[in-house]
């Protein structure tokens, strides 16, 4: 009886280890890949969450659907021109609309004035390129359902320190530094993805979208007339710079509420 039992109880302890060692290989590995974020960035890990929002007046969030993506690095702060300037220096790209206006181009402010095709040029140059709406989207929210990154809109108050919208009450009437209010940070860290400028994403438009999404790393529609931006700029008010919020326009548009940052994909 006694023999019985002892192999028993070593094939038990045999089981235990394995499932420790598969453990511990997946704590290494995203251990390893946030130890690996490269400078200036992120890691999102990879999971399911809420994308839309059913409630929205606006058809073109509904309805709201579960998104899996897998992981990715992203941008903690929108591009500066200070970074969009290594980039001009290094491949003689042309400058950006409003590059001379002072309203807009001190070094920490948001490069601004860029078309999708700049901003895809930049996000190339660095080996990286433009969030899909729904990377963007995850970075911004979380998976907790919230509509702004930094939770419910009021949760931090009624003053307005911890987004760059409308107005002089958040200390800056055009432009914020890329690394300002940092109350307003994301769950994951990122920065100003409410306010600031609406930055560029990877996606044509398709207001029908969230209704034909495939669930797994969406990348949008077939080829549309117009581009997907997200996020809301000093322009909006609170309400207008919802994480859910979608607008479009051409890719060539250049103007002084559109800017972007990067993604960098894991696979």
Not at 212 to 229: H, N, R, T, Y
Not at 245 to 254: K, V
């Amino acid at each position: 009886m006694i023999s019985d039992v002892k192999p028993l109880f070593s094939k038990k302890i045999k089981i235990r280890i394995l499932l420790l060692l598969a453990l511990s290989t997946v704590w290494v590995s995203s251990a390893w890949a946030v130890a690996k974020t490269p400078p200036g960035m992120v890691y999102v890990p990879e999971g399911y969450f809420q994308m839309g929002q059913s409630s929205s007046e606006a058809e073109d969030q509904k309805p709201m659907h579960f998104v899996y993506t897998s992981a990715y690095f992203i941008d903690k702060y929108e591009v500066s021109n200070a970074e969009y300037k290594k980039f001009i220096d290094a491949t003689g790209h042309v400058k950006p609309k409003y590059w001379e206006d002072e309203l807009f181009n001190q070094p920490d402010q948001p490069v601004i004035g860029v078309s999708w095709f700049d901003a895809m040029a930049y996000s190339r140059w660095k080996g990286r390129r433009l969030p899909t709406e729904a990377e963007w989207e995850k970075a911004a929210r979380g998976n907790d359902g919230r509509l702004y990154p930094w939770g419910e809109k009021w949760t931090k108050g009624k003053k307005l320190y911890f987004v760059n919208v409308y107005g002089m009450e958040d200390r800056y009437e055009f432009t914020a530094p890329v690394n300002y209010y940092a109350p307003g940070a994301s769950p994951f860290g990122v920065f100003n993805m409410a306010g600031n400028v609406w930055e560029w994403c990877l996606d044509w438009y398709d207001k029908e979208y969230y209704r034909i999404s495939p669930e797994l790393d969406p990348e949008g529609p077939e080829a549309k007339q117009m581009k997907v931006l997200r996020g809301g700029s000093w322009i909006n008010n609170i309400d207008g710079v919802q994480v859910t919020q979608r607008a479009r326009n051409l890719p060539e548009t250049q103007n002084n509420i559109y800017g972007f940052r990067t993604v960098l994909p894991l696979h």
